[in-house]
Structure formats: C-alpha cells, structure tokens
C-alpha cells in the first residue's frame, strides 16, 4: 500500500462547480497534514495546512479524519485559475521542519468556461 | 517568488556521467530537503539537511549523495546516472523546529540519454 493515496483523476469540471479531492494514508503516527497545489511545469506551492478541526480558506475547506486516516479538500464555486494539480501531502513527523514530505501522486483539474 | 533558487534549470547528462545541482535556500531557513518528482508522479523525498548534517534520507541509493554549507546552501550529487534518474529535482527550503512551510525552489530538469 502506497504511503500516500489519493483519487487519480483527472477531473474535469464547469466554472462555477464544487470539486472534492480525497486521500488516504497509511502511516497512523501522521502528525501534520497539507494540500498543495503544483502548476503545470512548475514547483509545488502550499494550498493549505489541514487540521482535525477542519480548516476553511475562502472556496477550499481541508477536513482530516484521523481514526479514517483520511484527508479531503473541497472548491466551492470553481475557477479557471483553479486548473492545477492537487498534492495530499502528510509529514510523518511530529512538528519541526516540514522536510521529509510524503506526498500524493496527485490529481489534476481542469476548469473549463 | 519564494526566495529558494536552484541551478541550474534544465541539464541533459549521458549514462553513467555525474551531475551536481545546487540550491540557495530562503534567507533565515536552516534545513533544506531535496526531491525528486518523476512525470506523473508527486515528489519523492530524497534526503534532508540541517546543521550541514544529512537528518533523514528516503529510498534511494548512496550514489545519490549531499552536501550542506554554513550558508545553508546545499547541493544534491548523483554519480553512474541511469535512464531513470530523469525527473524534475526539487529542493525545498524550511526552519527547524518549527513547523512553518516548506518553500520549494523551481527545480532543476534533469534528462538522462
């Protein structure tokens, strides 16, 4: 079983849709959790830090299910700038550097008009 | 822009040569990781450096090696290339300690013939 797993789309959605990306991973002793997003050809940029209270940021709301070891991002009201590749990405280690990502294989979005 | 810069942004090496990469970590950042993202695929963690010190190394073999300066720059070595080390190397910069983002560089495009 791949550490981290995540849905392998891709998905292609309207303007103006809500999308929702899950992961799962196997190592339970998994403290921290994130979403980034990577652009096509360029490097992965932090989308955001998800906690076990669920966490919201404008249109994306990261949930994380520990006792599930599962992790969700939702876009509400999609946009064409949301065309991206979405990582599930969890550090094994609890707090410290953010080294040593464990990440997804990804799945990528595309937004259509 | 994130402040890490890698050099150089593209390299083609033939079979069995050896490559150096390098990174400039963000001003204030002590530990830098380096990754390697085959197409396709999300970034597997290839080693971490801190205190010129490698702290953790995913799996990959020795002829994959590192280096860490005083100024936090690092470098990443891969001696006898293989087909299979073409892949986009990307090196991520973070403060230990603390669990702040990791700021990735815009990686170096290696291509092995």
């Known amino acids: 079983r791949k550490e981290v797993e995540q849905d392998p789309g891709p998905f292609n959605v309207p303007e103006g849709a809500t999308v929702a990306f899950n992961c799962t991973y196997s190592?339970?002793?998994?403290?921290?959790f994130f979403w980034y997003r990577q652009d096509c050809r360029k490097e992965p940029k932090l989308l955001m830090s998800v906690y076990s209270s669920g966490n919201e940021d404008g249109r994306f709301t990261a949930q994380l299910n520990r006792a599930s070891q599962y992790i969700s991002l939702l876009i509400r009201d999609s946009k064409l700038s949301d065309s991206a590749t979405y990582l599930c990405v969890v550090n094994p280690y609890y707090g410290g550097s953010q080294g040593n990502l464990i990440f997804g294989k990804g799945t990528k979005l595309s937004v259509k008009p | 822009e994130t402040g890490v810069t890698q050099s150089p942004t593209h390299l083609i090496k033939t079979r069995g040569q050896q490559v150096t990469l390098r990174c400039s970590s963000q001003?204030?950042?002590?530990?830098v990781s380096w990754y390697q993202q085959a197409l396709g695929q999300g970034p597997q963690f290839i080693f971490q450096y801190y205190r010129e010190e490698e702290n953790g190394r995913g799996n990959f073999p020795p002829r994959f090696s590192g280096l860490q300066f005083p100024n936090y720059s690092s470098e990443l070595n891969v001696n006898a290339l293989e087909l299979d080390d073409s892949a986009l190397y990307l090196c991520?910069?973070?403060?230990w300690g603390v669990g702040t983002e990791a700021f990735f560089g815009q990686g170096t495009r290696l291509t092995v013939v």
């Open positions: 190592n339970s002793a998994s403290q921290s």
């Open positions: 001003s204030g950042h002590n530990t």
């Open positions: 991520a910069s973070s403060l």
